[in-house]
């Protein structure tokens, strides 16, 4: 195995691709990667596919039937089929499908709300995370007795059980973890809700004062060279005032329609980004501090972070380094990084049950060749 510290060179010894389609390629066997393995593991994943359907307002009709606040109220696509791209050292080593095709990344999406939440943080509109949101948002939505106390951190954590409803949603919506359940003490119990996510979405809208979208791609998808295909959509009821300007307030995922939109290989420049820290060539456009906080495990529920999943104990994905964490979402969409083997993959629509397995099967081109 290769050492971690043979990856962190000099940043003038580092690949960083140029923008668009100006990504230098390297043969698997130039980066120390068994070419049939590598092979073999894309090709399994191609033939796990998801069966979710194509229609993916059909899609979520279906999936949204059991809950009473069912209406989609945000746009939608078709998805595209099986896509993979694999990136060793900053260069493309396989692609597999179509890795620009711009398709719905549905929780993808969180970890781009936690990337805007960063850039506040890093330019001290957010001094605290450990702040109550109140001090700082004061638009009534954490004005009530249950919410006051809640931070910037349990929001990033999923720990806030924030009450209330947004966009026409109530949290109890999406409160997977029991509908009737009696809500707990903010940071005392973790649940994945996309509702809350909204809010904190909003929450940074506030703090910024500036579409979100309009900042992801001016501080980061413009400097790290992505394309112009990407979209980040809200819901259409979901714009606000600030000040004086109508500004949507944009979706963490795609819940109820919405959400962000973006092809293979611009997920893998944003992944790129974290597996360096946060730095491109010379500029340090995330901090290392934030990126530290982001991967850091919520205490309460070891495999996330602040709104990333990671492999705290290898529960999330046997057998893959620890260290490893990933951007995911519903189709299953993953952004996995993975920083002990220099290594960048994105999956797009395989079956949730083998993501893992193809994980661990890029890791055996890996460990084959070493």
Not at 56 to 67: F, H, S, Y
Not at 84 to 111: C, Q, Y
Not at 263 to 280: E, N, T, V
Not at 284 to 305: D, N, V
């Amino acid at each position: 195995m290769q050492s971690v510290l043979a990856f962190w060179l000099l940043a003038s010894t580092v690949y960083f691709p140029g923008s668009g389609d100006a990504w230098e390629r390297k043969t698997p066997a130039e980066v120390g990667m068994d070419a049939a393995r590598l092979t073999e593991a894309l090709r399994f994943g191609q033939e796990n596919e998801s069966k979710d359907p194509r229609d993916l307002a059909q899609w979520l009709g279906e999936r949204n039937k059991p809950e009473p606040f069912n209406e989609l109220i945000g746009p939608t696509t078709e998805r595209g089929g099986f896509s993979a791209i694999v990136l060793r050292n900053g260069f493309i080593v396989a692609e597999m499908g179509d890795t620009s095709r711009v398709d719905m990344t549905f929780s993808v999406t969180k970890s781009f709300v936690a990337t805007t939440a960063g850039l506040a943080f890093d330019r001290g509109l957010i001094p605290s995370f450990d702040e109550p949101v109140r001090h700082l948002v004061k638009d009534g939505g954490f004005d009530s007795e249950h919410n006051r106390p809640i931070t910037w951190h349990q929001l990033l954590q999923q720990t806030s059980e924030w009450e209330g409803t947004l966009w026409d949603k109530p949290d109890v919506a999406d409160r997977r973890r029991g509908r009737d359940r009696k809500l707990e003490a903010p940071g005392t119990f973790w649940e994945y809700n996309d509702v809350r996510v909204n809010r904190t979405s909003l929450a940074v809208l506030r703090v910024l004062k500036e579409a979100l979208p309009a900042v992801l791609k001016r501080e980061v998808m413009d400097p790290i060279g992505a394309s112009s295909t990407w979209q980040w959509h809200g819901y259409r009821n979901s714009y606000v005032d600030v000040d004086g300007a109508r500004v949507q307030s944009v979706s963490g995922g795609g819940h109820w329609g919405g959400g962000l939109w973006i092809s293979a290989r611009d997920l893998a420049r944003f992944g790129y980004l974290h597996l360096r820290k946060g730095k491109w060539g010379d500029k340090q456009i995330l901090s290392e501090k934030w990126i530290a906080r982001a991967t850091t495990p919520c205490p309460i529920q070891k495999e996330y972070g602040y709104l990333w999943w990671l492999n705290t104990d290898e529960k999330l994905w046997p057998g893959v380094p620890v260290t490893s964490f990933a951007a995911r979402g519903a189709g299953t969409n993953v952004v996995w990084v993975d920083p002990e083997h220099d290594l960048v993959v994105v999956l797009r629509w395989i079956s949730t049950r083998q993501e893992g397995e193809v994980l661990k099967r890029i890791l055996a081109a890996v460990k084959t060749a070493s």
